[in-house]
């Protein structure tokens, strides 16, 4: 009786132990190690199908643990090689079984499923034909990888992930780690073995399929990097990845410790939802980054190639506990993102920066809308910049030599785990002997923006100190301050001074502004130029030979400005200028190319026998074919010349179900516009049977409004 009496007392702690766990605190009972999946990709049918199988820890007694999955169905659910009751609920797949605590065991998850996100797939709906992009690509933070993947949402468990991707042999399969294999499983299917060294969170898990061929390339310290792009682009591989060995030399060389993962992958995607993302070792970021040696100048993929690159020690290596301390991750990579622009661009560009932002967060801060670092909640302008922000204060304070002793150790200290801001500033404190509380409340727990602090800071440099001369003159009368407009025009011209010193003339006529003008359209400097053509709104007579010569500059955004005001002040000579730029294309979204065709289409007396093909070509641009980019650019311009054929509307309508949130806001924010027109509502109302479901009943819900 005595020994039942004891057994029911020890079922009973059991159970009060085993059913304690929760989806806060399942990894203080179960470490999962690895994770080896096999997913099938099916991208006509945006479907997926996979088998997994992880190695996990027991650490105290359960009677059920999860893992995090999103709208799949379970063919089977083994733990220990036998079946397991489970089910479905929060999100999630409860297993149910018994465990001690133990070191060795295993779950087998077979699933299937279509992912409604995180899980993107491109262009796969439309008939292969030239120019048209056909991947697959994943996006897991803040879309969570369980949408795809049976993982682990919670970003302190992390595993050793070990990918095999079965997919159409004709395209190319990119994911974490190193491909170990590749094999063919039937005519038409390919697998692709990828294998990792050590353990990550789930968010950082990718996949990338698409026509790709790659520029591979090898570190100082021989770490392979891979430079992906499509056929199509490969004239623009130079100059997208321009700096990328530099850049990546010199973080390793800055940060003080080696790549800590085994290679290195860049992979430009269509209509991504981000700028990049930093998967580990597997940066994917959006093509709309992909450029010209003209295009280089105005518009690079350098910062976000190298705030990306930054991640895989803040973030894939050292990973925040919670979002309290997301500024170790994105503050991190903003602060050594510009580290590294540095040494390509010049100090001046490093204090400029700063400034730009200093001035943002002063803004947010006289608004009252300051916010903490420490702050959950807090906005991207916050944690990514204010984050730099107080790293370049702390690193000012503590000087080189122990600011960077401190990361070095933080990163060796908290290598593949997770680590909070009081983690940091320990590491930080013990080696530089210094106290660093009041640093700590200014600049992480106070939500105002130390505005003096920073201007001390950025007075240390005489670039900045001569522009703060400058842009302290702006409301001073043109005669009155010709000197110091003059001076800040001399040769060599400081980009930034001198786009100061020509923004402070627009809309001055006296002669002394235009001497000014002809002195800054002397300088050769193209972003001194840009600032020309973009503010000069009314063009002297005087003044017109030099600013025709603006459609010459080695510029896409100059290019654009100038043809857009000498068409406007010179209707005389509008076809020369459009015969002079009909070949430009620009940048990725074509924005000479559009408002070319938007102008030529308004400019009747130019090439009248094409107007067709020309309306044909810009309309054309709102197909869903085409990159977001290029469709919203094409919709701008026909609502500007109210030009909207039925196609566009429907793909319009179209757009507002898109999967990235910027081009779905902006369709949808159009339709708003448009529907307060008669006959586009009326429009509108007769093409509803032709829409999706999903566009009919967002339609219904702004109709009811």
Not at 314 to 332: A, P, Y
Not at 584 to 598: A, E, S
């Amino acid at each position: 009786m005595k020994k039942i009496f004891f057994s029911l007392i020890f079922l009973k702690a059991y159970l009060a132990v085993a059913q304690s766990i929760s989806p806060e605190n399942q990894i203080e009972f179960v470490d999962f190690k690895t994770v080896n999946a096999e997913v099938s990709i099916y991208p006509e049918l945006a479907k997926i199908d996979g088998n997994v199988n992880y190695s996990f820890e027991v650490l105290k007694p359960v009677d059920s643990f999860f893992v995090d999955v999103e709208d799949m169905t379970f063919r089977a659910v083994n733990v220990n090689g036998k079946k397991a009751d489970f089910h479905l609920a929060e999100d999630k797949i409860w297993i149910k079984r018994k465990l001690n605590p133990s070191e060795e065991n295993t779950l087998q998850l077979q699933y299937a499923g279509s992912p409604k996100q995180t899980l993107y797939f491109i262009n796969w709906d439309k008939e292969t034909s030239e120019g048209i992009s056909k991947q697959v690509w994943t996006q897991g933070q803040g879309r969570y990888t369980s949408h795809w993947l049976p993982s682990f949402d919670d970003v302190r468990e992390k595993a050793v992930f070990n990918l095999k991707i079965n997919f159409k042999k004709d395209y190319r399969v990119i994911a974490n780690g190193a491909l170990k294999n590749e094999a063919m499983l039937n005519d038409s299917i390919k697998q692709w073995s990828f294998s990792m060294q050590d353990p990550m969170s789930s968010y950082l898990v990718a996949v990338a399929a698409g026509n790709y061929k790659s520029k591979d390339l090898e570190s100082a310290g021989g770490v392979p990097i891979s430079l992906f792009y499509e056929p199509k682009d490969e004239n623009l591989v130079e100059p997208t990845y321009r700096y990328s060995k530099k850049i990546f030399d010199f973080l390793v060389e800055e940060i003080g410790v080696d790549f800590p993962w085994q290679n290195y992958k860049q992979i430009p995607v269509e209509d991504f939802l981000y700028g990049g993302m930093e998967n580990t070792g597997t940066t994917i970021f959006s093509e709309a980054m992909l450029t010209d040696s003209i295009g280089f100048k105005d518009r690079n993929y350098v910062n976000v190639n190298t705030h990306e690159l930054a991640h895989q020690w803040f973030g894939d290596l050292v990973t925040e506990e919670s979002g309290k301390h997301h500024w170790l991750q994105e503050g991190f990579a903003t602060y050594y993102a510009l580290l590294a622009e540095k040494q390509i661009f010049g100090e001046d560009y490093y204090y400029w920066k700063l400034y730009e932002t200093a001035e943002q967060l002063k803004k947010m801060s006289d608004r009252g809308e300051g916010e903490a670092l420490l702050n959950a909640k807090a906005s991207s302008l916050t944690f990514y910049q204010k984050g730099a922000w107080a790293l370049h204060i702390l690193r000012e304070r503590l000087g080189d030599e122990a600011f960077k002793a401190g990361v070095k150790n933080y990163l060796k200290l908290y290598s593949f785990s997770n680590a909070t801001t009081e983690d940091f500033l320990e590491v930080m404190e013990n080696i530089s002997g210094q106290d660093l509380v009041q640093f700590k409340k200014d600049w992480l727990e106070q939500s105002a923006f130390k505005a003096n602090a920073a201007l001390n800071s950025l007075q240390k440099s005489a670039f900045i100190r001569k522009y703060l001369d400058v842009a302290a003159v702006r409301e001073q009368s043109v005669g009155t301050k010709y000197n110091i407009l003059n001076g800040a025009l001399d040769f060599p011209v400081n980009d930034y001074v001198g786009q100061e010193a020509v923004m402070q003339l627009q809309g001055a006529k006296a002669q002394e502004a235009l001497d000014l003008y002809k002195k800054a359209f002397a300088t050769g400097n193209v972003f001194v130029r840009q600032a020309i053509a973009s503010s000069m709104k009314e063009i002297p007579q005087s003044l017109k030979s030099e600013f025709e010569d603006l459609l010459n500059d080695d510029s896409y955004l100059t290019k654009e400005y100038a043809l857009m005001n000498l068409w406007t002040n010179f209707p005389e000579d509008r076809a020369k200028y459009l015969s002079k730029t009909k070949n430009v294309q620009g940048f990725y979204d074509k924005n000479v190319r559009m408002l070319w065709l938007t102008l030529n289409l308004v400019t009747p007396e130019y090439d009248a026998g094409n107007s067709q093909a020309n309306y044909a070509e810009l309309s054309g641009y709102t197909q869903t074919k085409y990159p977001m980019e290029i469709r919203q650019n094409a919709f701008s311009y026909l609502f500007q010349i109210d030009a909207f054929s039925d196609q566009n509307l429907k793909d319009l309508m179209q757009g507002t179900q898109h999967h990235t949130y910027r081009f779905r806001d902006f369709c949808r924010q159009l339709l708003k516009e448009l529907l307060t027109h008669d006959k586009y509502f009326k429009k509108i109302q007769d093409l509803s049977d032709s829409f999706s479901k999903k566009e009919q009943e967002y339609l219904q819900s702004q109709l009811s409004r």
